[in-house]
């Protein structure tokens, strides 16, 4: 695979080379090159040299200017007001870089693998066995896997990781029923498999539930039974296994509408990590990082205090020698670090939960498993709200489920797609086949077009908008340049640097250029909300280059025709790669 060096890290090492040479006494020195309204480039960083070397700016500006090699990327440059820079690049450097873009035969569109990579473990999209997956675990599942397809894009190794609740008391109650209750599993007819699988487990806890609360007997039996799980008792076990395999065959159901592929072994829940526990607290204890306080075994913070002004703790093993959550987390990370040999460790998780990992990652330092080399990030979201803009429920206050919420998306999705079908001429197969698309889209799009730690209002009406930020406009946009590229008969794309551009050619060349660059900021950063807005700011350029550049028109001399059949065909490849990262899928037609 051939990377592609973008115009503006072209422009910025031959800046910097032309700043070396024409002020040596500088040492190094950063053009600080940003777009601008202006010219193609501006280059602000002579204003620094000019007080550091006590000459005036605009003198020194123009020995830059001189420095600069003539020809091929820079057309014409400007000094402007205290030494600054106004660049305008070659039509053809914009094109020829373009063309070898297009040129890339590994799908990558020309954007390098970065230096640096390592391994990343991702944790995401947990859900809990025997219970139903509602909104609240929409943003884990969505943000992560988009994270993980554009870190695998970089060059990252991500090793993923689902955590799910698989462990707990609640189990002693649900085996103790499914002991005294034997065909308590098994699924009324006329469902789906994961319908009739959530629909069995949310009858057994119900039904166990009020068992549990009314009965002081079954109660206790119930309390014996988590004793016999956590002791490894095989009969025990193997009910435990039924309602974790019950609850996977559901997880992918789910998983399968959001168009996502959550893989069995990657789905490490907390019963993956009970033989390490009490080792985990041992060391911990022994190590001086966690002591005993009133029975229990924890850690404190100076700066983590209650309403009291006392220290609030993180519990690692509860007076009644229980494990809390955080032996748990800790147990995953020595494991992460240790066994995956992992360098970054990536939480995809609430941000109500950032101080439970603020206190975990800190203990994970003290205890050394945590260093200079390895770092814990988590990736923390907010809340998904209604259109009041409080947090999304039913009308009768209930959790929305996420498979209603899905299906109710594909449903209005389908009937955007179905009002426009006779125009393009759909089969119903393609009317479903896309309402799909459009849809889960869609709800993927309006949360991944949010910086993660933000809430969002959940607006399907807006969502599937065939105008405005939505993915359908996206959508649109591909499916569009693959109708003109049908119509064009013998005409093919193809590159022609010796022509000039339109105003509008030029700036969709501009920012076609700019993926790669959007790709490592977003990678850098785990912020796939730029590259949202980077694929529509794409699709504005291309509305734009529509209204002013016609690509077809019998008028245009064919290399025009060819160029710009170049033009749209690269921006279909790039929306479809920048799409896909996202985890949304690109209609041929729409």
Request: negative net charge.
């Amino acid at each position: 695979m051939a990377s592609v060096p973008s115009l503006a890290s072209t422009l910025q090492q031959q800046l910097a080379d032309a700043l070396t040479a024409a002020l040596p006494d500088a040492g190094a020195a950063d053009p600080l090159l940003r777009r601008s309204d202006r010219a193609d480039f501006q280059a602000n960083g002579i204003l620094a040299l000019a007080k550091k070397l006590k000459g005036n700016p605009r003198e020194l500006a123009a020995q830059v200017t001189a420095a600069l090699p003539a020809g091929g990327l820079i057309k014409d440059i400007e000094v402007s007001g205290p030494g600054f820079l106004n660049i305008t690049l070659t039509d053809r450097a914009i094109v020829e870089t373009l063309a070898a873009r297009a040129a890339d035969g590994d799908g990558r569109l020309g954007v390098p693998l970065k230096d640096d990579a390592g391994t990343t473990v991702i944790d995401y999209a947990q859900p809990n066995v025997a219970k139903e997956m509602h909104v609240g675990h929409l943003r884990s599942a969505v943000i992560g896997d988009a994270v993980v397809r554009i870190l695998e894009f970089t060059g990252e190794k991500v090793v993923r990781r689902h955590h799910i609740g698989d462990w707990g008391t609640q189990f002693g109650m649900l085996i103790q029923y499914l002991i005294e209750h034997p065909g308590a599993l098994k699924h009324e007819g006329g469902a789906s498999d994961g319908e009739a699988a959530m629909s069995t487990l949310n009858r057994v806890y119900k039904e166990s539930r009020v068992l549990f609360d009314s009965d002081e007997e079954f109660k206790a039996r119930s309390r014996d039974r988590v004793v016999a799980l956590q002791a490894g008792d095989p009969e025990t076990l193997e009910l435990w296994h039924r309602f974790v395999d019950e609850s996977k065959i559901y997880f992918h159901s789910v998983f399968d509408k959001l168009d996502m592929v959550i893989d069995d072994p990657d789905i490490v829940g907390e019963s993956g990590y009970n033989d390490m526990l009490e080792e985990t607290c041992r060391i911990l204890e022994e190590t001086g990082v966690a002591v005993r306080s009133e029975g229990a075994l924890c850690v404190f913070f100076d700066d983590v205090k209650g309403p009291d002004g006392n220290k609030v703790p993180l519990i690692v093993k509860k007076t009644n020698g229980g494990y809390g959550y955080a032996a748990t987390d800790l147990s995953a990370i020595r494991n992460r670090v240790q066994d995956l040999k992992a360098d970054t460790l990536l939480y995809v998780v609430d941000a109500r939960q950032s101080l439970h990992f603020k206190m975990v990652f800190e203990t994970a330092r003290r205890a050394g498993w945590l260093n200079e080399d390895v770092q814990a990030v988590q990736l923390a979201f907010g809340t998904v709200l209604g259109k009041d803009g409080k947090p999304f429920k039913t009308r009768e206050g209930e959790t929305v489920r996420l498979e209603d919420l899905l299906d109710e998306a594909v449903t209005r999705a389908t009937a955007v797609v179905r009002d426009k079908a006779d125009k393009v001429g759909l089969s119903e197969e393609e009317i479903v086949e896309n309402g799909r698309y459009v849809g889960i889209g869609a709800v993927k799009y309006a949360d991944l077009s949010t910086s993660a730690v933000r809430d969002y209002k959940f607006d399907l009406d807006q969502m599937v908008a065939l105008h405005g930020d939505t993915p359908v406009y996206l959508q649109y946009a591909y499916a569009r340049i693959q109708s003109i590229l049908r119509k064009a008969g013998d005409a093919v794309p193809a590159a022609h640097p010796e022509l000039g551009l339109a105003p509008a050619e030029r700036a969709l060349g501009l920012h076609l250029d700019q993926f790669g660059e959007v790709l490592a900021e977003v990678g850098a950063g785990y912020e796939p909300h730029k590259l949202a807005a980077y694929l529509y700011q794409l699709a504005s350029h291309l509305t734009t280059f529509y209204d002013q550049c016609q690509v077809l028109s019998p008028d245009n001399a064919p290399e025009v025709v060819e160029n710009r059949l170049f033009l749209v065909e690269l921006t279909a490849r790039t929306l479809h790669r920048g799409m896909a990262l996202l985890g949304i899928r690109t209609p041929e037609r729409l």
